[in-house]
């Protein structure tokens, strides 16, 4: 199990460490957790702007804490609302929800909330 919880991202792994040692979580939650984080889908994802360039948005996932890029295309639908807006118009910091495909890697849409990640 120690191999496995050292396979998640700081953030997580301390949080969930943290939650284990205080009591408030068990060992089949923690389990659950990992093997969770292990089949995680990268279809659709939710955190910060941390930047845009050439065509590639770089976020933090909030659940994670870890670092991930995606590129944009032609078909890559960016909004803000109900307006269509350049992607050049994220905010670092940003909250953003990012659906994407080919395991993760090409954008198809990304609606940013308009407010920073908490």
Do not use: C, H, W
Not at 83 to 107: C, K, Y
């Amino acid at each position: 199990m120690r191999e496995r919880l050292d396979g998640l991202p700081e953030k997580l792994r301390q949080e969930t460490l943290q939650a284990f040692q205080a009591g408030s979580l068990g060992l089949e939650q923690v389990e659950f957790i990992v093997t969770q984080y292990e089949n995680r889908n990268p279809s659709v994802r939710v955190g910060s702007v941390v930047g845009v360039y050439g065509g590639v948005l770089r976020f933090e996932v909030f659940t994670t804490g870890e670092q991930v890029e995606v590129i944009t295309g032609n078909q890559t639908l960016v909004r803000r609302g109900d307006q269509d807006i350049p992607l050049e118009d994220l905010r670092e910091g940003e909250l953003v929800m990012v659906v994407s495909a080919e395991g993760g890697a090409l954008a198809l849409t990304i609606e940013a909330l308009g407010v920073s990640a908490p």
